[in-house]
């Protein structure tokens, strides 16, 4: 009876141990994995969705041999009226290319009907927001714009410069991602101008930039765009400051940008020191960017 | 009595005793997707692998971002909309050789069937996979392939990119494992 008993006992002891065991060594093996594996870096990723937000550049930048063709429209305001289909007669478009150097450092060269102008861009990501091994809170990007005039003089009559078709952008892009749904950017401009209307006027100006992205769904975001221009800089034109909303739509090597704004240009240079429309007045302009990958270089 | 406490004692100690180990860290999975529109591959050879080479037992993590595409923004597009990274990510593998007692392994390729647990984008499903073992002095190779439906892990392929993405995912791995 006790051999019995002891017998059960042993039985019940042995059992679960066994079974615990086994259990424990199959957890161990990948507990074991994970304990070897060295700690990685983390970089963040699709911050936003295209290299421009709405009509200004985001951080992101084209990978290696990659090359970016845009197009860029804005229709005319929607007060317009009806002679002019609310705005579709008078459209402005952009033609854009970007190239990748390397990941982080980008080429483009672009062509706006606002002004004949054309423009080239050097744009370097300097920084990286990243977590693991490495932490890093913000990802930072610096672009440097050149832009050429090249429609007629106002003033015929004096003696007109080459150099005084010319315009340059600076700016600080820095941006962080919260999560996988909302990212913000803040974005420090100066535009300088060559050739200002009036000599009242600042030949340099500065503007602050800020910029939201949030996530609707895995294809779809919501991007907010304002510039502040920031007083006392420009006197003979009534300037405003840029607003801009839009989505952006992907499909695959494509990202479609739908959007509203009260800025006609579509460059910084026109964003900060060209922007008339007022939102309240109704001068806003409907518009999309079309943008397409292509991979050309090797990675 | 005194048996029994002798039996129990070495029931313990035998279930203590190390198990000799195999491991990887450089362990390769690489994947393909074929429709007629596009061809997609991306590899990963940063997989860590682990097999117990008494019991057959195995376990296998890789990293989601250390695959490696032909395009840039195809592996942001895996990355953040398909399998998304940034919440999970990791993918495992446990599981065991079947009949792993009865196999013998040599430097001829032997083979093998493994049933294990897969996870993928916080999804596991059981899954049998069939493949080769080989050993040659303190190195174990073992080579196997297996499809994978996207479905079956909820990841979600949206319509505009339906035909450029294969419903089955075929999956090779490639596991040299040393000694431990």
Do not use: C
Not at chain 1, 270 to 294: E, H, M
Not at chain 2, 85 to 114: A, C, M, Q, W
């Amino acid at each position: 009876m006790k051999k019995i008993f002891l017998l059960a006992l042993v039985f019940w002891l042995i059992i679960p141990l066994h079974s615990i065991a086994q259990e424990e060594e199959e957890e161990d093996l990948l507990g074991m994995l994970e304990d070897s594996q060295d700690p990685v870096t983390n970089y963040t990723i699709a911050t936003f969705k295209n290299t421009k937000l709405v009509s200004g550049n985001s951080i992101e930048t084209n990978g290696k041999g990659v090359l970016q063709f845009m197009i860029q429209h804005r229709f005319g305001t929607l007060n317009s009226g009806w002679r002019d289909l609310w705005g579709l007669d008078n459209a402005t478009i952009r033609l854009g290319l970007e190239y990748g150097l390397t990941d982080h450092l980008n080429i483009g060269f672009g062509r706006s009907s606002f002004q004949k102008t054309y423009d080239g861009m050097v744009k370097w990501r300097f920084l990286r927001q990243k977590s693991g091994a490495e932490n890093f809170p913000f990802t930072a990007t610096a672009i440097s714009s050149i832009y050429l005039n090249s429609s007629e003089f106002a003033d015929m009559e004096r003696e007109n410069y080459f150099t005084s078709r010319l315009s340059y952008h600076h700016a600080l892009l820095l941006a962080k991602k919260f999560g996988d749904k909302f990212s913000l950017q803040l974005m420090p401009t100066i535009v300088h101008t060559n050739l200002v209307p009036e000599t009242i006027d600042q030949n340099t100006i500065f503007a602050m930039g800020a910029g939201t992205s949030i996530k609707l769904t895995g294809s779809v975001r919501l991007n907010l765009e304002y510039y502040y221009l920031l007083p006392d800089q420009v006197f003979s034109q009534d300037l405003t400051n840029s607003l801009s909303i839009g989505f952006d739509i992907e499909t695959g090597g494509h990202v479609f940008q739908l959007h509203v704004t009260n800025s006609r240009g579509m460059t910084e240079q026109f964003l900060v020191g060209n922007t008339t429309g007022s939102w309240d007045d109704g001068d806003i302009f409907f518009g999309f960017n079309i943008s397409r990958v292509f991979n050309i270089g090797e990675k | 009595m005194k048996n029994l406490k002798f039996v129990l004692i070495l029931f313990i100690i035998g279930n203590t005793v190390q198990a000799q180990k195999y491991m990887t860290q450089n362990g390769t999975i690489s994947f393909f997707s074929s429709t007629p529109v596009e061809d997609i591959e991306a590899v990963n050879n940063q997989v860590s692998a682990v097999l117990n080479a008494e019991s057959g037992q195995i376990a296998s993590v890789l990293l989601l971002k250390a695959f490696n595409f032909e395009k840039a923004l195809m592996q942001e597009h895996f990355n953040e909309k398909y399998v998304e990274s940034e919440k999970f990510p990791k993918s495992t593998f446990k599981g065991e050789i079947l009949d792993y007692e009865n196999l013998t392994v040599g430097e001829s390729p032997t083979n093998v069937t493994i049933k294990g647990k897969l996870t993928i984008h916080g999804v596991t499903q059981e899954i049998e996979v069939q493949g080769t073992l080989s050993s040659k002095q303190s190195v174990m190779n073992l080579i196997f392939d297996f499809d994978v439906d996207v479905a079956d892990y909820d990841i979600e392929i949206p319509g505009p990119v339906k035909e450029k993405i294969a419903k089955t995912i075929k999956v090779k791995a490639n596991f040299t494992m040393n000694k431990v």
